[in-house]
């Protein structure tokens, strides 16, 4: 029996939850127009990418609070086009969210979810160091094994001198 591998695409969401509370802290209830802008830096800086919550798609308030997935809004402007897109080029990044004519501050620095921290690395291992197939890759330092990862299984092995290139095909 064989197992298959199957890659699976995220959706290119995140969650935002909030309170939200009149002038005497109170809770509120209602839907609510809300733009969230994502900027570079914690005070001016540029506007990387905007995500709208207005009119029929605005947020839902219910006792206070809502939940709302930035992404899932309309584009309102910014230099990158996706939410996926600035998250894979831009470091650090603030949110700013707008609700109505008002905007609230300060801003708040995106930080990743502890297990997110490793998502960069496969068994330990920085995905830097991996082979990629769509792509020629170089490994300085070997020797260089190929094996199926059953013990009993024969594998390829390849010793070349330093700086010398073994094309495989």
């Keep these: 029996a064989s197992s298959a591998v199957v890659a699976v695409t995220p959706p290119p969401l ?31 800086g540029t ?3 905007a995500d709208a919550h207005t009119g ?15 992404g899932s809004g309309v584009y309102a402007g910014g230099f990158f086009p996706s939410l996926p897109t600035m ?28 297990f997110a921290l490793n998502a960069d690395r496969i ?8 082979a990629k197939l769509d792509q020629p890759n170089t490994f ?3 020797p260089q094994t190929l094996g199926t990862g059953k013990s009993d299984a024969i594998a390829l092995e390849i010793k070349a001198a330093p700086f010398q290139e073994v094309p495989l095909q």
């Excluded at 798609?57 to 709302?68: Q, R």
């Excluded at 068994?123 to 991996?130: F, I, R, V």
């Design 140 to 142: 300085p330092n070997g």
């Design 87 to 114: 998250c894979a080029q831009i470091s650090p990044i603030y949110l700013e969210v707008r609700i109505g004519a008002d905007t609230l501050s300060p801003r708040t620095q995106l930080v990743a979810a502890p």
């Design 47 to 49: 506007l990387e990418y």
């Design 56 to 70: 029929p798609g605005g947020v839902v308030v219910t006792g206070g609070l809502f939940s709302v997935a930035l």
């Design 123 to 130: 068994d330990g291992w920085d995905s830097t160091n991996l």
């Design 14 to 44: 995140i969650n935002y939850q909030g309170v939200l509370r009149d002038a005497s802290n109170r809770p509120l209830t209602g839907t609510y127009d809300m733009t969230f802008r994502f900027y570079d830096l914690p005070t001016g």
